[in-house]
């Protein structure tokens, strides 16, 4: 079974930083899609970046390209997202979630796309 646990958040003042970490367990799968998503109150979950199996592309949302960098350490299972430059608009729930048999594009604007998700993680960003 694959679990997904998130650490990492936290209260930051704006222009700060923080590291989010997803460790994973159980993905035994060959073509999957990881993904950092977020959801603020009152909003839909948004697709942050993600990582395809297929070839290791990387996709960022506009909302965060250039100050947002995931990357993933495969002897720890574990993958990262990197938050500079934090916003308080950046303030959400994040979520790593995995989709099987699907890539980057066809997935990160579909989170029904995803069987497997973490209990999630709180940023919050002052002003």
């Known amino acids: 079974e694959v679990q997904l646990v998130e650490s990492g958040g936290g209260l930051v003042q704006a222009g700060g930083s923080l590291r989010l970490s997803c460790a994973a367990s159980g993905l035994t799968f060959d073509d999957y899609a990881i993904t950092w998503f977020r959801q603020a109150p009152g909003k839909g979950r948004e697709g942050v970046s993600c990582?395809?199996?297929?070839?290791?592309?990387?996709y960022y949302a506009d909302s965060v390209k250039g100050r947002f960098t995931m990357s993933s350490d495969n002897a720890k299972n574990t993958v990262y997202l990197q938050l500079n430059s934090l916003e308080p608009e950046d303030t959400a729930v994040y979520y790593c979630a995995v989709a099987v048999k699907i890539d980057c594009l066809q997935s990160v604007r579909r989170p029904p796309s995803y069987r497997y998700w973490g209990q999630g993680t709180q940023v919050t960003v002052s002003s």
């Open positions: 990582i395809s199996s297929r070839d290791d592309s990387t």
